[in-house]
């Protein structure tokens, strides 16, 4: 099922850009799993602003220039979840109202927002062992248990997009 996907995994590669309370991360991954650049720079959750915007836009421009050369198929932003020093409704504005547009100004490639747990089930169904099926629960046991689901060919976020977090250790 994935020869094609092995034949090609190498030539094939998306950004990605992770927050956490502080700081950004930028990696840029070939679908065989190898990163190919990871850079994590500092974030100030409490001060969403114009600025932080700019040094993203920038660091996304300097990613698509060096990596031209590949088969570039999209960006995922992939959000944190829980902390309770955070303003998450603020946050999320801030992501889907300024940085969203200010990437898409940028670039042609199809952005879009994930949750840590929502991304690798979305991964599956395109790409991987999941790929064609309308249900499935995605299960991922480290130093957290994390479950996604994926029902009528679409991952459930719930209401915050945190849906899937059954708990910490």
């Given at each position: 099922?994935?020869?094609?996907?092995?034949?090609?995994?190498?030539?094939?590669?998306?950004?990605?850009?992770?927050?956490?309370?502080?700081?950004?991360?930028?990696?840029?991954?070939?679908?065989?799993?190898?990163?190919?650049?990871?850079?994590?720079?500092?974030?100030?959750?409490?001060?969403?602003?114009?600025?932080?915007?700019?040094?993203?836009?920038?660091?996304?421009?300097?990613?698509?220039?060096?990596?031209?050369?590949?088969?570039?198929?999209?960006?995922?932003?992939?959000?944190?979840?829980?902390?309770?020093?955070?303003?998450?409704?603020?946050?999320?504005?801030?992501?889907?109202?300024?940085?969203?547009?200010?990437?898409?100004?940028?670039?042609?490639?199809?952005?879009?927002?994930?949750?840590?747990?929502?991304?690798?089930?979305?991964?599956?169904?395109?790409?991987?062992?999941?790929?064609?099926k309308?249900n499935?629960i995605?299960v991922?046991?480290?130093d957290?248990?994390?479950?996604?689901?994926?029902?009528?060919?679409?991952?459930i976020g719930?209401?915050?997009?945190?849906?899937?977090?059954?708990?910490?250790?």
């Open positions: 099922k994935r020869v094609l996907l092995n034949i090609n995994s190498a030539h094939i590669c998306a950004i990605g850009i992770s927050f956490s309370p502080q700081s950004f991360t930028f990696i840029v991954s070939q679908f065989d799993g190898q990163i190919l650049h990871k850079t994590k720079l500092p974030f100030n959750s409490a001060n969403l602003s114009e600025d932080q915007v700019q040094v993203m836009v920038d660091h996304l421009q300097q990613l698509l220039k060096d990596f031209a050369h590949k088969n570039l198929v999209g960006i995922g932003l992939c959000k944190f979840f829980f902390d309770s020093t955070l303003r998450m409704g603020d946050i999320d504005r801030w992501i889907r109202e300024q940085v969203m547009p200010r990437m898409e100004s940028i670039t042609d490639l199809p952005i879009q927002i994930f949750s840590e747990v929502t991304l690798p089930t979305v991964a599956e169904h395109r790409f991987g062992v999941a790929k064609g309308e499935f995605w991922n046991l480290t957290t248990i994390q479950v996604s689901l994926f029902c009528d060919g679409h991952a719930g209401a915050r997009k945190a849906v899937g977090q059954l708990g910490h250790t």
